[in-house]
């Protein structure tokens, strides 16, 4: 088992190497570099800025000093907002998207497991319809689109009530995050209601729940401990990879609900070709998608014991 | 039981071939999945709908000869379905002023049309200047006066010519008095109601071919602008013809980088689950590195570092870094189908028998992992356009005047409060697709392997 | 029968119960997830966000607002984007300034003189920076030396190559000592000039001339403009609280001299920092902030909200300029000729474009400029452009003949990856494709690798804007001057030239001036550069804010003579 753990947090941290190797190749290989503004600038003023920022060495050097300070775990500072460190411009940021994540992820999966038991308990009835249509709608509206439209929705609600029910845009108190986290969380809910629904009509027809029914356990009993524990399951499985996804995800409702999140910083920092804001959030990020894997599966072990950790 | 079953208690055997012939047509592995996915009604119903979108794509312009780029200035941000009437009209010449003594007040100068509207006006008491107004709703006890077109510093000019962006419709007009600042003074203000006639030039008529050839032209004759049936977009261009050339783009990456990196997820795979040993944990080791780069942050990396060249749609560096990125879960997929398929029977049976690899791999190996590629397939194209949309929201998508659904969605919802239709269209075919497809890959993985079968 | 009817009973009847536990269960989620809401609305606190305040705050005088971007930074001596710009604008003050009439005012200086080889300023006594020290001459002469200093590498070190020295200095000939201004005691500052530069004061109002206090700025350890705690201020507002890239707090100052006459709101919440549009419009409409840009799509909604609707000319212009290296076929006149007759911005701004605050451009000079008297433009009208279609392709014929070529390669327009540019492209394309049968290569490029293909040259045809930097004509005037590296076609005309030498060092108005009309008349009899337009705003303004303005040169919005009248909904 610890053998186990510190073999995977090695892969981990090759993995991380690997992706930071990607990005600084990559990015190094876009025509064009930060300095560049729009008032064209003499020879003199951009020697001095490339010496500042060190542009002027070779690649190779350059890579061996990146590689150097990140294992220092500094990410260097920032081209555009200069005298600010990466290290606390993701500091700032990540945490803003990583509670909208978490309370997206939060949102699917209580939505998702709830509505999933509740279609299969009322499977070709209408409430199963209404919910599946929805989940039609979830799984294959861009999500552009359905933040663009829930804002526009928002807008008119409050307009039509003369209060403002719920803010439409910004970040700050809680109600700032509601209907961004829902809209977030939405194509995620809609995939774990398909999932739950599918399993909890597999586990319905089996033998144990059979077994369960004709034992005359109360229905209700039966409902809860068997079926819709053994359902979960398999949610929980797929929960890992979406967490990854949902956390890293947030581009378009960062941009479309005004929050300051880390996804949208660095759609801006790509504009800018803002070197080490790029490479910091890529290989934040990369780290920590790998650190949420492995946690992933170390859980998995405990959850279901039929998986072994070797 | 037989249907054929004899109704005599005892009659001899035919012979022995037929009584082992098994009653029910023999079928193979695709013809049985055919049937499963027939019975299957939304599988069916997709497969129809995918079908036809790609009808769409590759028969529709063909149908439908109308240029996507070309660029109808008479009819921009049309929504479907609008009216097509207009009155031919001689070319613009600027106005110098001139007309419109009689009367008093604000007033119009000549007709109000859809090239120019023409308007004179009064000094207004104590005006230094003065500005002008339009609005589209009539004015209201807001004094909300719509949007300023133009201010005038000095006293002394008295006309304005409005050419901006004119409809065939009723406009309400101001003008009002500055003061020396040149803050407007509200409460002194005259206004108008001017209904404005659709026009187009008799040179723009002729060469659009609005009039047929040989036909005298005649100014103020009626005709109707070409036809736009879904309406046209911020540039006149017309959405049927433009949503058809961006569903070829669109489909093109949706469709062409999943089939791209599946096959070559396949070959990694089947080499590496073949191979086993030191090879397959190297390769596999490989693709776990791919897996672990953050998708959407290296979708963009990708595609500024790729670059677009000038003239180029961008279709292509998006295609390779799609590739390059999506290929490994196809690749562990096959690689684990291979590895057990490797430990059965009848593969070390045809061993036995002295198959050689390529064939072992060829003949039993692949056919055998088919029907689960065939699956992630159809469940990576919907991942596919969605990542084509998504990269063109936040304006790294396919480069200007390359139309993708995704990108007329991005142009379309700026426009989302006045022209809905830019934003509607686009998204209803993304949305359509992604579905049709996810229910296509339902009914496929319930008819072609039961063990991943859906309970539904 | 009864068997099926016993299962049909027992299963309606689990139905029943599951679903009353399942109820039971979503009850349970629901007051779980409202639980987890207000947890997490505590941590969403501490990470910092928008107070939620609304727009107008009659009781305690304070305003929401958004803004475009985070600025990069606030030290001024390195500050160049229109953002950072607004931010110094309220919480600095130079030595001139601008009132609400956009005329020039004192600011730390109280007087001033221009001479032909230098200029001197009276500082007042009042001025403080906001600890309370005295703003001296020598925060003037500190601040103006890290603006050349080669180690700072400012990108606006240019605009104070008219100081004695400074060019020589920014390129590292010269220690910054010998920079041309000294001072004079505490409340006298000298300037001494490398040629004459009759623009002097209005260059003195833009930000890059503002002071620095030395003490200060060595306690910052490099980490001057970074934080809001990181800065010393002057100006009518202080930077009270700057959370990056979500909020900011300006909060007037009490130790600002003037102030009694700006800064009449007590608390600015620069509650959003971003540039979408639509979420803008969305929280303006939502009673969140009181002012918002309004774009073209967003106009019909905003009339039938029955808004007052503003328009502001912004200040920028935006033109397509042809690359004259060696080998671009642009150099040939009658093509660019060609291309400029068939070019219609009139058809462009009103039919494509739409937008109301746009003017279709017909000089390169755009209409605020001012002349010897009154308007450069009324004093010296630009040629009208008509655009002809048949006189074009009578050009393209005679290019076509004088290149000896048969069919005209494509040509590559290159252009930004804004909405508007990407119309702009489109339309381009489309139109000499139509009037001209050329065959149009659109190069769109995000912003740095534009830049870099704009400098490289490699494009036949670039759409860029450019917006002043100060108040005078020569912002505009020497774009095209050989030596300007900002001249992205690499135009290059003696005449031109010899016209922007007189508008930089002429101490006589009328003869700039006429300097000045003779570079528009070279631009565009030349076919050098093809207006497009001038970009203006529309925008609409919470009608309890009053004398609110958006300015041409320096900030984009200036809040520092507005007020709260709450009697006017």
């Known amino acids: 088992m610890r053998w186990y753990v510190a073999k995977r947090i090695l892969q981990g941290l090759v993995t991380v190497w690997f992706i930071a190797t990607a990005t600084f190749f990559a990015m190094h290989s876009v025509p064009g570099d930060p300095l560049l503004n729009d008032r064209a600038m003499s020879p003199e003023i951009r020697a001095n800025l490339e010496a500042k920022y060190g542009l002027d060495q070779p690649l190779a050097r350059q890579y061996l000093v990146y590689m150097g300070n990140l294992l220092r775990g500094d990410l260097g500072i920032s081209f555009v907002h200069e005298n600010q460190s990466v290290n606390d411009i993701i500091r700032e940021r990540f945490p803003v998207s990583a509670i909208l994540g978490i309370l997206a992820i939060i949102i699917a999966a209580v939505g998702g497991v709830l509505w999933g038991a509740l279609t299969a308990l009322y499977r070709n009835r209408l409430p199963d319809y209404i919910i599946m249509f929805l989940v039609i709608l979830g799984i294959s509206v861009p999500s552009f689109v359905v933040a663009a439209l829930s804002q526009l929705t928002l807008v008119t609600l409050n307009q039509a009530v003369g209060v403002s029910l719920l803010p439409v845009a910004g970040w700050g108190t809680v109600w700032h995050m509601l209907v961004p986290a829902l809209v977030l969380g939405l194509s995620t809910m809609a995939y774990l209601t398909r999932l739950m629904r599918s399993s909890m009509l597999e586990i319905a027809h089996s033998d144990y729940v059979r077994t369960a029914k004709s034992k005359g356990l109360p229905p209700a009993r039966i409902f809860t401990r068997h079926q819709l524990r053994n359902a979960i399951l398999p949610v929980i499985t797929v929960l890992g990879p979406q967490v990854a996804i949902i956390t890293t995800g947030g581009f378009v409702v960062e941009m479309v609900f005004a929050i300051p999140g880390l996804g949208r910083f660095f759609v801006e920092a790509v504009q800018q070709l803002d070197y080490t804001v790029i490479m910091g959030t890529t290989v934040f990020y990369g780290a920590f998608l790998v650190f949420m894997v492995i946690v992933v599966d170390l859980l998995y072990g405990f959850i279901d014991p039929r998986i072994s950790l070797q | ?456 | 029968m009864t068997d099926e009817h016993v299962i049909i009973d027992s299963e309606s009847d689990f139905a029943r119960s599951a679903g009353k536990q399942l109820a039971a269960y979503m009850a349970y989620a629901m007051l779980a997830m409202f639980l987890l809401f207000f947890l997490l609305s505590e941590l969403a606190a501490m990470v910092g966000g928008s107070s939620g305040r609304g727009a107008i705050d009659g009781q305690s005088n304070a305003i929401t607002i958004a803004i475009r971007q985070e600025p990069p930074q606030l030290d001024h001596t390195r500050a160049s984007d229109s953002v950072s710009f607004t931010v110094l604008t309220h919480a600095m003050e130079g030595l001139l300034g601008y009132d609400n009439d956009n005329r020039l005012v004192p600011g730390v200086a109280e007087r001033w003189e221009i001479r032909a080889d230098g200029a001197t300023f009276w500082l007042r006594e009042e001025a403080r920076w906001s600890d309370g020290r005295p703003v001296t001459a020598h925060d003037f002469v500190f601040g103006w030396r890290k603006v050349v200093d080669p180690a700072t590498a400012s990108i606006y070190a240019f605009i104070m190559y008219p100081v004695e020295n400074a060019e020589a200095i920014n390129s590292g000939e010269l220690p910054v000592e010998t920079l041309g201004v000294r001072a004079v005691g505490d409340r006298v500052l000298e300037v001494s000039f490398e040629q004459p530069t009759p623009y002097f004061e209005k260059l003195v109002a833009f930000q890059t001339f503002l002071p620095v206090n030395e003490e200060f700025y060595e306690a910052t350890q490099g980490r001057y403009g970074a934080d809001a705690d990181q800065m010393l201020y002057n100006g009518p507002y202080v930077v009270s609280e700057w959370i990056h890239s979500a909020s900011m707090l300006w909060e007037k100052n009490p130790l600002y001299w003037n102030k009694d006459n700006v800064g009449f709101i007590n608390v600015i919440d620069v509650a959003y920092i971003t540039e979408d549009v639509n979420a803008k419009l969305n929280m303006f409409k939502d009673g969140q902030i009181g002012d918002t840009q309004l774009v073209a799509s967003m106009l019909p909604s905003a009339m039938e909200q029955r808004w007052n609707i503003e328009r502001f000319m912004e200040g920028s212009i935006f033109w397509v300029v042809s690359n004259f290296r060696d080998g671009r076929i642009t150099r040939n006149y009658n093509l660019r000729r060609a291309l400029q007759l068939s070019l219609d911005p009139v058809e462009f701004v009103y039919k494509v474009l739409k937008e109301p605050g746009y003017m279709p451009g017909t000089s390169m000079f755009p209409y605020w400029i001012k002349g010897a008297e009154g308007s450069f433009r009324q004093e010296h009208p630009p040629i009208e452009h008509i655009p002809d279609v048949e006189k074009a392709r009578e050009h393209l014929e005679l290019a076509r003949q004088e290149l000896g070529i048969d069919e005209f390669p494509p040509l590559v327009l290159l252009a930004d990856d804004t909405p508007v540019g990407s119309i702009t492209a489109e339309y381009l394309q489309a139109s000499f494709a139509r009037h001209l049968g050329l065959e149009i290569r659109i190069d769109k490029q995000i912003f740095k690798q534009r830049l870099l293909k704009a400098e490289a040259g490699e494009f036949d045809i670039l759409v860029n804007g450019w917006s002043p930097d100060y108040d005078d004509a020569l912002t505009f005037g020497d774009y095209f001057a050989s030596w300007n590296l900002s001249n992205r076609g690499r135009y290059s005309n003696a005449e031109l030239d010899r016209n922007v030498r007189i508008g930089q060092t002429s101490l006589d108005s009328a003869e700039r001036m006429r300097a000045f009309a003779e570079i528009q008349r070279i631009a565009y009899e030349d076919a050098v550069v093809m207006p497009l337009y001038e970009r203006g705003w529309s925008f609409v303004v919470d009608p309890r804010l009053k004398d609110f303005n958006r300015r041409v040169v320096g900030p984009e919005v200036d809040y520092r003579f507005a007020y709260i009248d709450v009697n006017d909904e």
Do not use: C
């Open chain 2, 1 to 456: 039981m037989s249907t054929e079953a004899p109704e005599l208690d005892f009659t001899p055997i035919r012979s022995r071939e037929e009584s082992q012939k098994i009653s029910r047509p023999s079928l193979s592995y695709w013809q049985d999945a055919w049937l499963r996915l027939k019975a299957n009604r939304r599988a069916l119903v997709s497969l129809y709908i995918v079908i036809s979108l790609l009808l769409f794509t590759l028969v529709g312009p063909l149908l439908w000869r109308s240029d996507p780029a070309f660029q109808d200035l008479d009819q921009i941000s049309l929504s479907p379905g609008s009216d097509r009437q207009a009155v031919i009209v001689a070319d613009y010449v600027p106005w110098d002023g001139a007309g419109g003594e009689q009367g008093s007040g604000l007033r119009v100068v000549d007709v109000a049309t859809t090239q120019a509207v023409k308007l004179k006006w009064d000094p207004l008491p104590g005006a230094l200047g003065h500005r002008i107004y339009r609005n589209r709703v009539p004015i209201g006890p807001e004094l909300a006066l719509g949007i300023p077109l133009a201010d005038y510093v000095d006293a002394g000019t008295l006309t304005h010519e409005d050419r901006l962006d004119l409809h065939p419709r009723d406009y309400y007009y101001s003008v009002v008095a500055l003061d020396e600042r040149g803050t407007p003074q509200r409460g002194s203000f005259q206004s108008i109601t001017v209904r404005v006639q659709r026009v187009i030039t008799a040179q723009d008529a002729q060469a659009q071919g609005l009039i047929p050839a040989g036909e005298e032209v005649q100014l103020d004759d009626t005709v109707r602008l070409a036809a736009h049936p879904l309406g046209t977009d911020y540039l006149g261009r017309d959405m049927l013809a433009r949503l058809m050339a961006g569903a070829r783009v669109s489909l093109f990456i949706g469709i062409g980088a999943p089939t791209i990196f599946v096959l070559f997820g396949v070959a990694f795979g089947s080499i590496a689950g073949f191979i086993g040993g030191r090879v397959d944990q190297l390769m596999m080791r490989f693709a776990d590195f791919v897996v672990a780069l953050p998708f959407l942050l290296f979708m963009i990396l990708f595609k500024v570092a790729f670059g677009i060249g000038p003239g180029e749609s961008g279709v292509l560096p998006m295609l390779i870094a799609l590739v390059v990125l999506m290929w490994p879960a196809t690749a562990r997929l096959v690689r684990g189908q291979i590895v057990q398929i490797r430990q059965q029977g009848y593969i070390e049976a045809s061993q036995l028998l002295g198959a050689s690899r390529p064939y072992l791999i060829m003949r039993h190996m692949l056919p055998n992992t088919l029907g689960v590629v065939l699956v992630t397939l159809t469940f990576e194209i919907p991942r596919a356009i969605f990542t084509e949309a998504f990269l063109s929201f936040i304006g790294m998508g396919v480069a200007p005047p390359t139309p993708s659904w995704g990108s007329m969605s991005n142009e379309g919802i700026k426009n989302m409060l006045t022209t809905p239709h830019e934003l509607i269209l686009p998204a209803i075919l993304i949305s359509i697709t992604v579905l049709a497809f996810n229910l296509l890959g339902d009914g496929l993985r319930d008819a072609l392997d039961a063990r991943l079968r859906n309970t539904e």
